[in-house]
């Protein structure tokens, strides 16, 4: 059965950077899953018109097209129950979970490394992603993220919650990962990807949780290409 | 079987304050169990020695003595499974709640409330708790909340992965609320009981969300005495 994710690049093909495409990998790997990789470009939004949506990520799942990195961890434990599962218990505290990853996480990288991803996209993609996020920032790039340095001890504070499950638990699901940890893990694998910043200082919990991150299911994120590798 | 709680009070007994406690309390609610509270105060700590602990909430559940409000949540479940569970699925994402609750929730409230709480609590109590509270602020609590209405703004910003969920659910457990929605609720509780500050604005889903918590269980903390009730 042909499996098909659709997957936010750069220039390169292999560089896979979007925090939700990671979200899904990370999803797809924890159930054995395989699946061929299509390369997906921000300029492209016109080629998911198949799956009613302009974003990625989007599974092809035989005769499943499904769009969002929620709704394939949902589709993935309902399709395949004999795998291990992504969601135990009820889903609205992983999604409290998502929901802190993308307007904490997420959004506290966003000021520390935005500046470093038009280098790695396309032409057109470059245009779109400067003028769009020059726009929600409302100022260049490069002035977003110029005292990033000095803001990293903030950022870092803002870690604090997942700090204290991980500095005694091995990961946010206990004893094994599970979509908690890729909802957060998504937006390190993100900055992991398209910058040389180390956002996590070596000493800190978060980092080591980062590091079992990496190595989990064959070493499919510490092993991908990523520019702070 | 006698079921008592500890609780921090001020001066008047009936003003129970925690967010732990209320963690505890809601806890107790939630799975229909009746209790008698026992009043207590923080320069009280010498009270607990039987429960090899000195702080509150402790409950003394027949033969058990369970203090931290976790571990009351934990006990509960395990011992009244015939009630609605608090606990679903993993228990680490209800930690990682917690922690949020703790470190963002809590600690933004305290910046915001903590000069109305001398005036509640007993001369032992209040000299206590200001050297203690300015010794952690670094200054007399009246400047820590002089401005706080302009501070109001970031404090509700910091809520927005509550916001993200409750927008769309009822409950950070779903439909119906769990442990997730009380270990946060605790914390606007306290703010509740002790200031007349409106820390949410009425148009927030997080206001809506405090005013279903409000009306649970019979309105258990809606009813409760509070200075901002």
Redesign the interface.
């Known amino acids: 059965m042909a499996r098909q994710l659709y997957e936010l690049c750069g220039r390169d093909p292999e560089l896979v950077f979007s925090p939700y495409c990671w979200r899904a990998r990370m999803a797809l790997a924890h159930k054995g899953l395989g699946f061929t990789s299509i390369p997906w470009r921000f300029t492209e939004g016109a080629n998911l018109g198949f799956a009613k949506h302009d974003k990625v990520p989007v599974l092809v799942d035989g005769a499943a097209v499904v769009p969002d990195s929620w709704a394939i961890a949902q589709h993935l434990d309902a399709a395949y129950p004999e795998t291990p599962a992504l969601?135990?218990?009820?889903?609205?505290?992983?999604?409290?979970?998502a929901?802190?990853a993308?307007?904490?996480v997420s959004a506290g990288l966003a000021r520390l490394i935005v500046s470093d991803i038009p280098a790695l996209l396309d032409d057109a993609d470059r245009a779109y992603f400067v003028e769009s996020r020059e726009k929600r920032f409302g100022r260049p790039l490069a002035q977003v993220t110029a005292d990033r340095e000095a803001q990293l001890p903030a950022f870092r504070a803002s870690l604090?919650?997942?700090r204290?499950?991980v500095k005694t638990?091995l990961?946010?699901?206990?004893e094994e990962p599970?979509y908690?940890d890729y909802a957060v893990f998504g937006s390190f694998m993100w900055a992991r990807c398209v910058s040389p910043l180390r956002v996590l200082a070596a000493d800190d919990s978060v980092f080591a949780w980062q590091e079992r991150m990496l190595d989990l299911h064959g070493g499919v994120a510490r092993n991908a290409p990523a520019v702070g590798g």
Do not use: K, N, T
């Not at 969601?87 to 979970?97: D, E, N, T, V, W």
């Not at 990961?171 to 206990?174: K, R, T």
């Open positions: 969601l135990h218990g009820r889903p609205a505290s992983y999604r409290f979970i929901a802190w993308e307007s904490v604090q919650p997942l204290m499950v638990e990961y946010l699901g206990g599970d908690a």
